[in-house]
């Protein structure tokens, strides 16, 4: 499987945890998945919702616990790359606003 990616940009208070819906549904064929984060040798589960009337998915349950361990600050960026689609592991590249 390709590896595929795509990034969440931290805004003021609230974390824009979306992506398009297009990436969603090449990958995935239900409305809601069970992934892993991984980062540094962590995991934390984790769900992916995905809305096409609206053409995005989120990332939902999980995200919180993800982004507080993390410490993700304002004006972070978060990549994350699919790189098991069948027991779904999204790896984590955090890159620090402040460098």
């Not at 361990?69 to 606003?97: M, Q, S, T, W």
Request: proline residues 4%.
């Amino acid at each position: 499987m390709q590896a595929s990616m795509w990034y969440c940009y931290i805004m003021l208070y609230i974390i824009m945890q979306n992506f398009k819906a297009s990436f969603y549904t090449k990958y995935f064929e239900n409305k809601e998945q069970n992934v892993e984060i991984q980062y540094k040798g962590k995991l934390w589960p984790a769900k992916l919702l995905c809305y096409p009337v609206a053409a995005a998915a989120y990332i939902s349950n999980g995200w919180r616990p993800f982004s507080l361990e993390n410490d993700l600050k304002v004006g972070d960026v978060c990549v994350f790359e699919l790189i098991n689609g069948e027991n779904p592991v999204l790896d984590a590249h955090i890159y620090r606003a402040n460098g």
